[in-house]
């Protein structure tokens, strides 16, 4: 029989942004599917967490989404676990700077593939599922989807095309599945980017209206609510970044 909890599989989610809105999502009584490519510490040691709070309610699942037959093997561990999926969030992501004069084809593969060909296939193999209990998918967008960073023009790409699969999901899979997506400003720096007083951190700051970096509960907030509490609302992307779209 199948369980009657709902089921989220989250990709990316041992650690950052993931991992706190695994947690979030755990708190209003889901079941979590926390996917992890190589952080399989991290990723135990947030189920061992959940599960303690709630037993058998949260378990871990490693696969290469740059790989198509390591997408399809998640989606099939994923929905037959609890033999149900009710909500998909595509947050894993690969970002680093590709500057045109420089970037390669392992460069293309690695951004494209992660951040665009990934959630595509995903949500294929999940797709009867979804619509067997009418689910929900939230897309991790990016401001820089529509104005980019500078040299960043593979990662913005990806972005962009996720928007657009957001956009054309929302259309294609209704009435039966909603899809949306999240589109973060300054929250966590990027890993390896050194303290929030440089100057490109500050410049970062100086276009935000709220004049700081926001929390990443404010992500897994916006995420939770559209997942839960928005049964009417598909095809939109949240910009949860303090107003800075309004500078760019």
């Known amino acids: 029989m199948a369980a009657t909890t709902p089921v989220a599989l989250i990709t990316g989610a041992a650690h950052r942004l993931g991992a706190r809105t695994a947690r979030a999502l755990h708190q209003k009584g889901w079941n979590l599917l926390v996917h992890y490519r190589s952080r399989e510490q991290q990723a135990n040691a947030l189920i061992e967490q959940m599960n303690r709070q709630r037993p058998d309610s949260a378990c871990a699942i490693q696969a290469d989404l740059s790989q198509l037959s390591e997408i399809t093997r998640l989606a099939s ?28 084809e392992d460069d293309w593969s690695t951004i494209l593939d992660t951040n665009l ?16 209990h009418r689910g929900s998918v939230v897309n991790l967008i990016d401001i820089y989807s529509e104005k980019p960073v500078a040299d960043h023009p593979l990662y913005c790409a990806s ?20 899809v949306n997506g999240v589109s973060p400003g300054a929250i966590l720096w990027p890993e390896g980017n050194g303290d929030m007083d440089t100057p490109q951190q500050q410049a970062i700051l100086d276009k935000t209206p709220l ?20 049964p009417f609302i598909t095809g939109q992307i949240v910009a949860v970044d303090g107003g800075r779209s309004l500078n760019m």
Do not use: M
């Open 211 to 230: 004049a700081r970096t926001g929390n990443p509960d404010d992500i897994a907030g916006a995420i939770v609510f559209l997942i839960c509490d928005a």
């Open 117 to 132: 060909r990934a959630p595509f296939f995903l949500l294929q193999a999940c797709l009867p599922s979804l619509r067997k």
């Open 159 to 178: 972005k962009a095309g996720l928007a657009a699969l957001t956009r054309s999901w929302a259309k294609d899979l209704a009435p039966d599945v909603r």
């Open 77 to 104: 561990e994923a929905t037959a676990h609890w033999d149900r999926l009710d909500a998909l969030v595509n947050n894993a992501s690969v970002f680093y700077p590709t500057p045109t004069g420089g970037a390669t």
